[in-house]
Nanobody
Framework: VQLQASGGGLVQAGDSLRLSCVVSGRTFSYRTMGWFRQAPGKEREFVAVISWAGSTTTYADSVKGRFTISRDNAKNTVYLQMNSLKPEDTAVYYC???????????????????WGQGTQVTVSS
């Protein structure tokens, strides 16, 4: 399973960005997908997760109401729409999926086996 994240960039506070993550193979529609981020000098942290069925989404408190995770099974793609960006959102953003299919959504990065390469998001004040 290969994951390719894209869509990062340099924006100003208050702007929006949409990250995309394309997953290889034919199992995407059975995969729970998560987004995590890591800022310089900090540990990787959970951002959002969407269940394999798309019926459940969970967000970190720090992004709730500003970020939206969604998926398009026809395109093997998971998205992270980020609105009202803040300087503290600056980080490398990673998409990830567990090794098991139809896994329950988790905020624990240890539950994720496959990771994308990351895409840099920088928000200036």
């Amino acid at each position: 399973v290969q994951l390719q994240a894209s869509g990062g960039g340099l924006v100003q506070a208050g702007d929006s960005l949409r990250l995309s993550c394309v997953v290889s193979g034919r199992t995407f529609s059975y995969r729970t997908m998560g987004w995590f981020r890591q800022a310089p000098g900090k540990e990787r942290e959970f951002v959002a997760v969407i269940s394999w069925a798309g019926s459940t989404t969970t967000y970190a408190d720090s992004v709730k109401g500003r970020f939206t995770i969604s998926r398009d099974n026809a395109k093997n793609t998971v998205y992270l729409q980020m609105n009202s960006l803040k300087p503290e959102d600056t980080a490398v953003y990673y998409c990830a999926t567990p090794s098991a299919l139809t896994a329950s959504p988790s905020q624990n990065s240890n539950q994720y086996a496959y990771w994308g390469q990351g895409t840099q998001v920088t928000v200036s004040s």
